[in-house]
């Protein structure tokens, strides 16, 4: 069984994105990149498949620029057999990708075609139903399973994806609106996978030795016969609007006096008041988004406590020459001493 995963090369979600000051396209320089999540997903459910099914083999398919044969590797060292990457510099659609595949589809011939159901730089999350269209096989989307990450079967690195006994059709369990359903497709057919599949593994150092050994082909789209002129076009691309800052008031009083913000009063569901203090500790009253603010402020006014007076320092006693016998303890029970810890409690803590 020959099964055939994408691997993208994407920008790592932690890195912090700036957008060109033209608005043509996001700045480059000094990005990490990675493996597009959810293909990691692919390839960690491909080598489960690969294992529960011997012999098959997989293979890693990434298109881009050169630099993208690092995210080949990192599928090597996670297990993978080979690699193929389809070199090209500049923009790609996902038309032009869906195609692009399909000419490997067709070169390698493979049982099963697994890819990430959309991936995290541009979110289209069309790919896979394209080249599903363009090979005319049959295809499932937003690949799960029944089993929890967190369940022995996910600790014994079992599929998610069940092969048939005659080994021609794959069970498919996706999370729809009202559960979970299970599709049967018949092979070969491309399914894409969600984030609930699975937990994919780390790659160990002799892997990633090894994976520096394993053939890595490389072709291009005039080799393959595709013509990748793009034909959705990016007119531009423009950053999130900024978090407004939020009001800091000093005290209730304050509070009461702050012009409405909106229409009807000021509707915050959270009001921090900082000077608003208990022993020490900011406040955080909670109130409910359709209670007007005056009485929303008289609420939090009235539960106010008065700080307590300091207490008066303690006097040191004299130091001592002799030693003195030291005096027997009184005998309490547990339940006395957990009654006095509550009646302490009780006393001296604050209803904030």
């Not at 089993?147 to 994806?161: D, F, M």
């Not at 053939?215 to 978090?243: M, Y």
């Not at 000093?250 to 909106?262: S, W």
Request: glycine content about 6%; hydrophobic content about 40%; overall charge positive.
């Amino acid at each position: 069984m020959k099964i055939l995963v994408t691997v993208k090369r994407v920008e790592d979600y932690e890195s912090k994105i700036k957008v060109k000051p033209d608005n043509s396209w996001i700045v480059t320089e000094g990005v990490n990149y990675r493996a597009n999540p959810f293909d990691e997903i692919a390839v960690e459910e491909a080598l489960r498949v690969r294992d529960t099914n011997a012999p098959s083999e997989v293979v890693a398919v990434s298109i881009g620029s050169g630099a993208a044969q690092a995210e080949i590797r990192s599928a090597l060292a996670m297990g993978a057999d080979r690699g193929i990457l389809v070199k090209h510099d500049g923009f790609l659609d996902s038309d032009a990708v869906a195609r692009l595949l399909q000419k490997v589809v067709a070169k390698e011939k493979p049982d099963l075609v697994l890819m990430g159901k959309q991936a995290v730089d541009v979110d289209d999350n069309v790919t896979g139903q394209l080249l599903a269209e363009y090979l005319g096989c049959g295809q499932a989307t937003f690949a799960s399973k029944k089993e929890s990450l967190e369940s022995p079967e996910e600790k014994a690195k079992k599929p998610g994806l069940q092969l048939g006994a005659d080994k021609k059709t794959m069970q498919v369990a996706r999370e729809v609106d009202g559960g979970l359903e299970v599709l049967e497709v018949q092979l070969p057919a491309v399914i894409t996978v969600d984030l609930r599949l699975n937990v994919p593994r780390y790659a160990s150092l002799p892997n990633i030795m090894k994976a520096k050994k394993k053939p890595i082909e490389e072709l291009t789209p005039a080799a393959l016969g595709v013509d990748v002129a793009p034909k959705v076009k990016v007119v531009r691309v423009e950053a999130p609007p900024a978090r407004t800052a939020g009001i800091k008031v000093p005290d209730v009083a304050t509070l009461e006096e702050t012009p409405r913000r909106r229409e009807g009063g000021l509707n915050m569901a959270t009001i921090l008041l900082i000077a608003e203090q208990a022993h020490g500790h900011l406040k955080k009253a909670t109130l409910p988004p359709c209670m007007p603010w005056k009485e929303a402020a008289s609420s939090t006014r009235s539960r106010r406590r008065t700080p307590l007076p300091p207490s008066k320092p303690r006097r040191r006693s004299a130091p001592r020459t002799w030693c003195s016998p030291r005096p027997p303890m009184a005998r309490t029970s547990h339940r006395e001493s957990r009654r006095s810890l509550a009646r302490e409690w009780r006393r001296t803590s604050s209803p904030w």
